[in-house]
């Protein structure tokens, strides 16, 4: 499946928004759409910019028709997806909704699989060009799984969680009631 779509066919996507929210954004300090910067993730911070500053580098030199992590609504490619992100960091989802939405007109739409960011995040010293590797796997759409990865002389693995770079104009899609007239579609 090719990972880069240019289209105006409707596309549906989700976030983890506040009740008050009323579309996915992003929160450029946290380096990503869940929320305000906590006491705990300060520490990681510099490591989330660092990650954020060179997927964009990378980006620039040899995927520019990408849309930029920077100027691009953070969304997941489907529920399985935001739910697997809330079983894996639900300090992160806390007090938020699943909320859907679709796309209106022409959009530029790219997916990737975010766990190569919990790797980038993770405390080691990666090499330059260890760092180039990794951001380059993120950028073609290589699974974590499909790439044996290693953490401290461990296997590293990770289930996917497949985000969706969107550029474009959303709208919330709202909840249709399931029939009263069928047992469990409440």
Same mark, same amino acid.
Not at 28 to 33: C, D, K, M, S, V
């Given at each position: 499946m090719d990972h880069l779509i240019k289209?105006?066919?409707p596309l549906e996507l989700y976030a983890w928004l506040d009740a008050d929210s009323e579309m996915p954004g992003w929160d450029?300090?946290?380096?990503?759409?869940f929320g305000s910067l906590r006491p705990e993730e300060q520490f990681t911070t510099v490591q989330n910019y660092f990650a954020e500053y060179h997927l964009e580098y990378f980006r620039q030199r040899l995927y520019n028709h990408f849309p930029s992590?920077?100027?691009?609504?953070?969304?997941? !490619?489907?529920?399985?997806?935001?739910?697997?992100? @809330? #079983?894996?960091?639900? !300090?992160?989802?806390?007090?938020?909704?699943?909320? @859907? #939405?679709r796309s209106t007109g022409a959009y530029v739409c790219s997916f990737h699989d975010s766990s190569w960011l919990d790797y980038l995040r993770l405390p080691h010293s990666l090499s330059l060009s260890a760092l180039d590797e990794v951001v380059n796997h993120y950028w073609r759409g290589a699974l974590v799984e499909e790439v044996g990865l290693r953490f401290m002389n461990e296997a590293w693995r990770e289930a996917p969680v497949i985000e969706a770079l969107f550029q474009g104009t959303l709208e919330p899609v709202q909840h249709n009631p399931g029939s009263h007239w069928l047992p469990g579609f409440a």
């Open positions: 289209d105006s066919a450029i300090l946290t380096g990503n759409p992590r920077l100027h691009a609504v953070l969304l997941f !490619a489907t529920r399985v997806d935001a739910e697997t992100f @809330r #079983a894996k960091h639900p !300090a992160r989802v806390f007090g938020k909704h699943l909320t @859907r #939405a």
